[in-house]
């Protein structure tokens, strides 16, 4: 079979299982990715290609429980103009993201103990202006005259499994000269946004009682979803209901001898991974280290 034989060979999404036509194919390491299921990737991956099969569909998931989390992230602050940073300062999360409907986007939610650092680049960009002389011929001024752009951009690098930075322009409209009000302006908008992701500079706002009510329920709707998406079972409390049917309390099934399978669950918001046996570096919904031996239960 030769190369333009291979060209029109017949491929299948490893993820959904569809048929990928000519142009629709995203190569995988190993195997291939239609473009319906690349787009609910997160918009910061840089390395699907070199992703296995399995690693696209832990990112996946976790782009599945960022989508139930999102509607708990109630931006308290806003930075930038076409990108934005939306910051939940009650919660201590962001997202950024261009959509204005960002619910339909599914913007990765942060949070701020994962960010690494904030930085800030002020780009310049010099263009020479040029005049006509007595003759009619176009030549440059002299001494020479430029125009200038200042354009802000902003790279946030993070500690997450799936992504290193996030990186954004902060400015929409172009400055000409750093003594400008718009430059200035954009100046204190980026050290406002650096200060606010900052996790040694950040204090959170007590959250208003309404406000926890909903992150909690929020909270509780993923652990149930999280629980009956597993056929696996998992321990309740002090009882635990072994694969036979019976109700157990001690470490080994009265009935079956079957012994207590071990559950794990984030030892600081309780949210457990659907995948037992995949457990996640960090914890999706409070961004706290996901360490085996302290969340085994």
Known sequence: MGLFDKLFDKKECAICGREIGLMGNRKLADGNLCKECAKQLSPWMTDRRESTVEEIRRHLAYRAENARLLPGVRPT???????????DE???????????NYLTANPDVISVSQVIDCKVNVKESRQELYHNDREGRRVPYNPPRYKSEYRFFVTIHVDSPYFNEIEFELSDARPDSPLSDAYRA???????????????NYAPKQATPQASAVFQNLAAQVARAAGAASAA?????????C??????????????????PVVYRCDKCGWMPQDQNNLPKFCPQCGDPFNAKEDAQ
């Open 77 to 87: 602050r806003v930075f930038g103009s076409g990108t934005k940073v939306y910051l």
């Open 90 to 100: 009650n919660t201590g999360r962001f997202f950024v993201t261009a959509h204005s």
């Open 186 to 200: 954009y100046e204190q908008e980026a050290r406002a946004l650096q200060a606010a992701l900052n996790p040694a």
């Open 233 to 241: 079972p998992r321990t309740e409390g002090k009882t635990w209901k």
């Open 243 to 260: 694969a036979c049917g019976s109700v157990n309390q001690g470490n080994f099934c009265g009935v079956c001898g079957r012994k207590r």
